[in-house]
C-alpha cells in the first residue's frame, strides 16, 4: 500500500520493487532498481526517508524518523529481515543484519557491516569496512575481502530477485 499524507506521496523508481503487502507513505524517496520486500513498513511522516539505487530493505523491516532527522540509505545498501532503522544514515554498501536496530543519529559506514540482532545507539558511527556487533554494537574487526564478497554476492541477488518479481508484477496486472 503507497499512500500520501498531508499531501506528500512517495517518489518511487519505475524500476524499484515494491512488494504489494508493503506499506510506503509521505516523504519517502526510493531510487533505481531497489527493492523493498514482504510486509516492510516505511513511514515518511515525520521527516524525509531516502533509499538509493539498488538497496533492498528485505521482509518485515521497519524504517521511521524523528523530526527534523531524515533517514538515509545511499547506493547498494542491504537491509537485513526484521530490521528497525530510525533516524540513521547507512552508507553506501554497508550491510544491516537481520533482526537489528540502528537508532537516531547513527552512522553506519561505507561498507560496514553490522551483525545480526545488533543495537546501533543514538550518535554512534561505525567506521567504514568493519564488523560490529552486539548490544550495544561495538567493532570487533576490519572485513576482509571474503566479507566483501559475500556483501556483494548477497545484494547482487536481492537486486536480480527485485527485478525479476517486478517483471512478473507487470506480467500479472496486464492479465
Do not use: C
Amino acid at each position: 500500500m503507497i499512500e500520501s499524507y498531508k499531501g506528500v506521496s512517495p517518489s518511487i523508481d519505475s524500476t524499484a520493487f515494491i512488494a504489494k503487502n508493503a506499506v510506503i507513505n509521505g516523504d519517502v524517496t526510493i531510487e533505481a532498481e531497489a527493492s523493498i520486500w514482504f510486509h516492510t513498513v516505511i513511514r515518511g511522516d515525520i521527516a524525509p526517508t531516502k533509499i538509493g539505487k539498488r538497496t533492498n530493505v528485505q521482509d518485515l523491516s521497519m524504517l521511521h524518523q524523528s523530526p527534523n532527522m531524515p533517514l538515509i540509505l545511499e547506493d547498494d545498501v542491504t537491509v537485513g529481515h526484521q530490521v528497525t532503522l530510525h533516524s540513521a544514515i547507512i552508507r553506501h554498501h554497508a550491510l544491516i543484519g537481520m533482526g537489528s536496530i540502528i537508532l537516531d543519529g547513527a552512522e553506519i559506514g561505507e561498507h560496514a557491516f553490522i551483525g545480526a540482532g545488533s543495537l546501533v545507539p543514538p550518535g554512534k558511527k561505525i567506521p567504514p569496512k568493519t564488523l560490529a556487533m552486539g548490544r550495544p554494537a561495538k567493532v570487533v574487526r576490519e572485513l576482509t575481502d571474503d566479507d566483501f564478497q559475500e556483501m556483494e554476492r548477497i545484494r547482487k541477488s536481492y537486486v536480480e530477485k527485485g527485478q525479476y518479481y517486478l517483471k512478473e508484477q507487470s506480467v500479472h496486472s496486464n492479465k
